[in-house]
């Protein structure tokens, strides 16, 4: 399939072709699955979906059950007599939410996830969101989402709930600088960045979402931020109608892509450059040695990526240059070309990067091309083993912590671990 270049994408003759392939069938989870690591992130917030049982049944299935917890998601099932307007679905709603929120009172923000059964019956949830909202202030929050899987696709599901929660930041003071950095983390990840950036002398830093519901960081022309996240977009462009502004930075994977994130954020803050080495030095060569091995591994070895996780290109940079694998193909549901521009001219020339596009054409040149490791959603990796590939769960990226230099070297095995397992089969 010949894709169409996209015009003024990317300067110079050099640079990774890019196409824009259309869309097509694809095989993606909807953006409930983003409920999954967003719950364990945001400690007091709960999670309600308005769907059906299948949508019931993914979470469950991807959360797991906790026996000994109580749950911070649910389903409240939009039943036959809804779908056929026979019921009122928002008096059904408001009596779920009433009963949740007796009986849960350790519940302090309250997302009303939309799925697809919600937006075709066309239940306003913003309006239920504002009504409940009123009727349980100042106790409970109450916001809205989708995680249609009409709309989104997994990781989208983070995006527009972060992008619900900027509407509710409080405005800074017009002086006020501060950094927010913008994407789930892994707490882990969290804690070393922050002292990374205590070290660095740069303050005061927010995180978003935050661990606690009501630790809303303010946001305003003071505000820098950095995408921790490359699935951000409606997130960043709030923030930006906020007056804040986006520090441009390749992705925190690996020892070259933290460097130079941490470097963004050091250059608006203005340390000093020999203050900047002096405190990222050790780190980074803790990262470097801990690529160093699974770099013997993989250097060499061809990899293809379906577009799935929104991670597709910051990957591809950091397997590409720090660990010497071939890139055959670099899909990606949607390319925000802005929020990319910085890994994109890190790629090497040539690499062929597409954004949409149809299942059934990548499938074709993905077994064409034979490559070493797919990289692919849950769907695609059974059958491609199947037929004698190697395949990496694309969504395993989301849920383990990746970012920053002490996860580089944990980062890498992720893509070793397959090949491994491949060798000891056929031994
Ligand atoms: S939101 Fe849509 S795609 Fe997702 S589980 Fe529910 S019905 Fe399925």
Redesign the pocket.
Known sequence: MSAPQVAGALPGPDSPSVARSGRGQREV????TSIVWLHRKIQDAFFL?V??R??AH?IQSAAGVMIFAEPRFATAIIEDRDLAGLADANDELDRVVGRLLERRPDIRLLFLVG???SEVIKLDLGRAAARLSQAFAPRVRVLNYS????ETTFTEGEDACLAALVAELPEAAPAARSLLVVGTLADVVEDQLRRLFAELGIGPVCFLPSRDAADLPPVGAGTVFLLAQPFSTATARALEERGARKLAAPFPLGAEGTTLWLQAAATAFGVDPMHFNRVVAPARARASAALAPYRTQLAGKRVFFFPDSHLEVPLARLLSRELGMQLLEVGTPQLNRQHMASELALLPAGASVREGGDVEEQLDRCRTLRPDLTVCGLGLANPLEAEGLTSKWSIELVFTPIQGYEQAGDLARLFARPLERQMRLRC
Do not use: D, K, Y
């Open positions: 989870f909807c953006g409930l979906v769907g059906s299948t949508c993914l799925s697809c059964p995680g249609s899987g009409i």
